[in-house]
């Protein structure tokens, strides 16, 4: 991260250590929004290297913008996370750090992919009751994924993590060991698109496509090449967490912590509103369907639902076009709530 942010530590419910970022150029009229990265990135994935991002746009509509550094940030020490741990510690820790330190007493968000869905978790068991409108990327509360995607983790998931305990995107630059680079070798066989190495390692790592998490047609190069650095290590133990909840199509919990829990009914009045790129092969667009036809049912005409026909599953933050197609509508839906 750079100048424009200050890094503010923050201490999850059980004592593992996070950061939150706040950008420093915000002018607020308006309160803080909180956005929350995926798994095996960090905060800095909402920073690419346009001239309007999120960051920048989100600022120029007078909100007062941070970013969460949960223990799935690959800023952190590397760590055997799962969703429930998440879920229960690090996001009520980060929504009420924002609201002691900004005096606010309501906090929006912004969540992507497996922030998303341990997000969903702390809301659904009224974890946050400070947070009012939500908005999801991706994935929320039913996790469905390519067919493909889920022969890998049910026959290459057993298999690699006999061997992993992390998978780490970076091998597609430089692997430390025999195993590693046997693992790239594999993949860069296998994957033929034009996509960088770490790129490669990406797709294989978390979906189904070729590439998995983006159309390379919306990138320019200079973000393919901030890409590569943006994905580190990610702990199989999360990759067993959502095998179990994409076998039963609902989050539910990995049952090892003592944190027994239903994602239903939801114990929140937050407003969700749902982004799901139709071109998504990591999560199919059918995750945000299946939500907000639950979310729907529960309280109707509460919540909105946007399908992004040109786009997948990150291109939806980081793609060339992403400032004209997709921020105006994320913060036409927070000016609203």
Known sequence: MNSQFETIP???????????????PSKPSKGPVLLVHGAGVRANIFNPPHEKNIIHMLADAGYDVWLENWRGSIDLPPNEWDLDVVAKNDHPAAVKKVCELTGSDEVKAIIHCQGSTSFMISS???????????????????????????????????IV?????YLNPQWGLEAPDFKSRLLRKFVLATHWEKDTNVGKMVSFTYGAGFPALWELENLDKKTMDWIQYEFAHVPISFFRHINKCVGEG??????????????????????????GGVKNKCF???????????????????HKLYLMD???HLDIFFGKNAHVDVFPLMIKELDQS
């Open 161 to 165: 993590g006999r061997f992993f305990d």
């Open 10 to 24: 923050f201490t999850a419910l059980d004592g593992f250590e996070c950061n939150l970022l706040h950008y420093l």
């Open 250 to 275: 609902i989050l539910v919990p990995t049952g090892k912590h003592g944190f027994d829990y239903e994602v239903k009914p939801m114990n929140t009045e937050a407003r969700f509103v749902l982004f």
């Open 124 to 158: 659904a068991l009224g974890l946050l009751p400070q947070v009012k409108i939500i908005i999801s990327n991706a994935v929320s509360l039913h996790p469905v994924i390519p067919r493909f995607s889920r022969f890998k983790l049910g026959a290459l998931l057993p």
């Open 284 to 302: 199919l667009s059918k995750s945000q369907e299946k939500t907000f036809e639950y979310l729907e049912a529960q309280k109707p005409g509460h």
């Open 310 to 312: 040109e786009y997948s």
